[in-house]
C-alpha cells in the first residue's frame, strides 16, 4: 500500500506537484518497490480527499519521468529496470484514468423542480433574441445570388477566404499574416500542435475557461495556473514561476477573463509582454471579449502593444455575432501563420468558406457594427443588473467581481458554503450556475461560482440572483442552527 502522503493545502507549490514529490520519494527511498500495485485515481484521491484530476495529474507527471507503468485492465505499478522508456508507449494510468486526467468534468445537468422554470448563469454566450436575423438572411441571400457563389462552393486556401482576410488584415505588420480557424477552440489546438510536445509546460490563468485548459490537457502538456486576482492575471508571480517551470508557451485573456471577468491594466499588459520578451516564452493572446466593452476607456490589446510583432492573437466572431457559424482567426508572425495554415490543411483542409461570406458581408454592410452596438448596449443594461442584485441578495460576506465587459462574473460566497453542493438545490428552486471547481488548474475555491450574465435579460438576471441568495440564505441558516447544536455543520 502507498504511503499516505501529508499535503500542504498553504503552500504555493500546487497540490498535484506536492503529490508528485511525495511518491516519487517514496519510489527512490524504497518503500514502493519495483512492480508494487500503486492506488487507482478514484481511490487515492477518496483516501486524500482530493479531486480525482489533481491525482492524475499527478501520476501522468509520474509517468513522463519513468517512474510508474500501466496495463490496460490491471492498473498502474511502479516501474522496474527491465521497463521500457514509458515516454515512447502508452501511458502508466490505465485508460480510464487517462481520460479523468484528460477530459473536462461533465457540467452539471439543469433540473428545475416540476413546474419550474430554470433561470441559467451557465453559459457565456450572446443573447439569441438579440441576433440580427433580419440582416443575416439578406447577407446570405446576397451571397448565394451573387457571381461568387460558385467559387465559395468550391474548395478554398487553407489560410481562409481570401476577401475575408483581406478585411480582417487592415492593421496587421508587414511582417505578419492571418489564418482563418473554425472558431478559438481550433486556433488553439492548432497553437498547441505548433508549439508544444507532451510533457511540456503551459502557463494558463487559474482559474481558466476548460475548453483552453483542456486542449492542453488532452496533449500532455502540463498545465500550471498563474493567480488571477481583481486586476487580472498576477504578473508578480510570473518570474517565480517560469524560473521554476520553465514554459514553452503562454495564454492569456487580458481583457473580460473568462470566467472571472477581470481585465489586465495598462501597466500589467507592458509588464506582460516585457517578462515574455526577456524569457523568450511565446505568447498567445485571446481577445475574443474586448469589443464587448461596456463601460470605463478601451485599452490596447497585447498585440498593438507588442513592438516585436512576435504576440500571437487569437480573435472570432462568436461572442459578438453568431457563435453557430463558427469563425476565428490568429494572427501572428508570418512563419507561425505558414506552419498554421500546413497544420489546419492536415486537420480539415480549410474552414466553411460560406460562413466566412457571410460574416464577411454581414460586416461590410454595416450590419456587424449596428449589432455590437446593440450588444454593447444591452451588455450594459445585464451588466448593471447582476451587480445590483449580487449587492442585494447574496449573503453578507460575499465577495463578487466587477468587470467592465465580457459575459461573465466571478462570485465568492462566504465560509461554509460550498458552490458544488449548493448547486443541486439551486437548480431545484429555479436558477442554474457553474461551481468554481470546473474552471480550476490547481487552487481549489469551494466557494466560488460563475455568473454568466450576458445571455439573459436583466429582469430574470434579477429574480435568478433573489432565488439564488435565498437558497444561500437558508444554506447558512442551517449550518449555524448546526453549530448552535454543536454539529459539525453541514452544507446539502
Not at 481570401?162 to 478585411?167: D, S, T
Not at 508572425?333 to 495554415?341: D, E, K, N
Not at 460566497?413 to 490547481?442: I, K, M
Request: hydrophobic content about 40%; charged content about 20%; glycine content about 8%.
Amino acid at each position: 500500500m502507498i504511503p499516505l502522503p501529508q499535503l500542504d493545502q498553504n503552500s504555493d507549490e500546487p497540490i498535484y506537484r506536492q503529490l508528485h514529490a511525495r511518491i516519487k520519494a517514496s519510489i527512490q527511498d524504497g518503500s514502493l518497490a519495483p512492480g508494487e500495485r500503486i492506488p487507482p485515481t478514484r481511490e487515492l484521491a477518496g483516501l486524500l480527499g482530493l479531486n480525482r484530476t489533481t491525482v492524475a495529474a499527478a501520476y501522468e507527471l509520474l509517468e513522463s519521468e519513468g517512474l510508474i507503468r500501466g496495463h490496460v485492465g490491471r492498473g498502474s505499478f511502479v516501474a522496474g529496470p527491465s521497463d521500457s522508456n514509458p515516454a515512447a508507449s502508452p501511458g502508466a494510468m490505465d485508460w480510464e484514468d487517462r481520460f479523468v486526467a484528460n477530459r473536462a468534468p461533465d457540467p452539471p445537468v439543469p433540473a428545475a423542480a416540476p413546474g419550474t422554470s430554470l433561470i441559467s448563469f451557465t453559459s457565456a454566450r450572446p443573447a439569441a433574441e438579440l441576433f440580427p436575423l433580419t440582416e443575416f438572411r439578406a447577407a446570405c441571400r446576397e451571397v448565394i445570388d451573387g457571381p461568387q457563389a460558385v467559387e465559395i462552393l468550391q474548395l478554398g486556401s487553407p489560410l481562409g477566404y481570401a476577401p475575408l482576410r483581406a478585411y480582417l488584415q487592415v492593421q496587421k505588420r508587414d511582417d505578419e499574416d492571418l489564418l482563418i480557424t473554425n472558431g478559438c477552440q481550433q486556433a488553439l489546438d492548432l497553437l498547441q500542435r505548433l508549439f508544444t510536445r507532451p510533457g511540456d509546460c503551459v502557463l494558463v490563468e487559474d482559474p481558466i475557461y476548460p475548453g483552453l485548459r483542456n486542449v492542453f490537457a488532452h496533449a500532455g502538456v502540463r498545465i500550471v495556473g498563474v493567480p488571477v486576482g481583481p486586476d487580472g492575471l498576477d504578473v508578480d508571480a510570473l518570474p517565480r514561476l517560469i524560473a521554476r517551470e520553465r514554459p514553452r508557451l503562454m495564454v492569456v485573456t487580458p481583457s473580460f477573463q473568462n470566467p472571472t471577468g477581470a481585465t489586465m491594466p495598462l501597466a500589467a499588459r507592458q509588464a506582460l509582454l516585457r517578462i515574455a520578451r526577456d524569457n523568450h516564452l511565446v505568447l498567445v493572446e485571446n481577445d475574443i471579449y474586448a469589443e464587448l466593452r461596456y463601460q470605463g476607456a478601451e485599452l490596447p490589446s497585447l498585440k498593438q502593444m507588442d513592438d516585436s510583432g512576435d504576440t500571437i492573437q487569437m480573435k472570432s466572431f462568436s461572442k459578438l455575432a453568431f457563435p453557430g457559424l463558427r469563425v476565428g482567426w490568429v494572427t501572428g508572425p508570418r512563419p507561425v501563420i505558414g506552419r498554421l495554415a500546413e497544420l489546419k490543411q492536415w486537420t480539415d483542409l480549410h474552414s466553411d468558406q460560406l460562413s466566412q461570406a457571410v460574416l464577411l458581408r454581414f460586416a461590410q454592410s454595416g450590419s456587424l457594427e449596428s449589432h455590437r452596438q446593440r450588444m454593447v448596449e444591452a451588455g450594459r443594461a445585464r451588466l448593471h443588473a447582476v451587480l445590483s442584485a449580487c449587492e442585494r441578495y447574496l449573503p453578507q460576506g460575499s465577495r463578487f467581481t466587477r468587470p467592465q465587459g465580457g459575459m461573465n462574473l466571478w462570485v465568492r460566497l462566504p465560509d461554509p458554503l460550498d458552490a458544488s453542493e449548493l448547486l443541486p438545490r439551486a437548480q431545484r428552486a429555479g436558477v442554474s450556475f457553474l461551481p468554481g471547481r470546473y474552471f480550476a488548474v490547481s487552487r481549489q475555491e469551494p466557494g466560488a461560482l460563475r455568473l454568466s450574465f450576458a445571455g439573459l435579460p436583466p429582469e430574470q438576471i434579477e429574480t435568478g440572483l433573489a432565488i439564488l441568495g435565498r437558497v444561500c440564505q437558508e444554506e447558512l441558516a442551517a449550518a449555524r442552527a448546526a453549530q448552535s447544536a454543536g454539529l459539525a455543520p453541514v452544507i446539502v
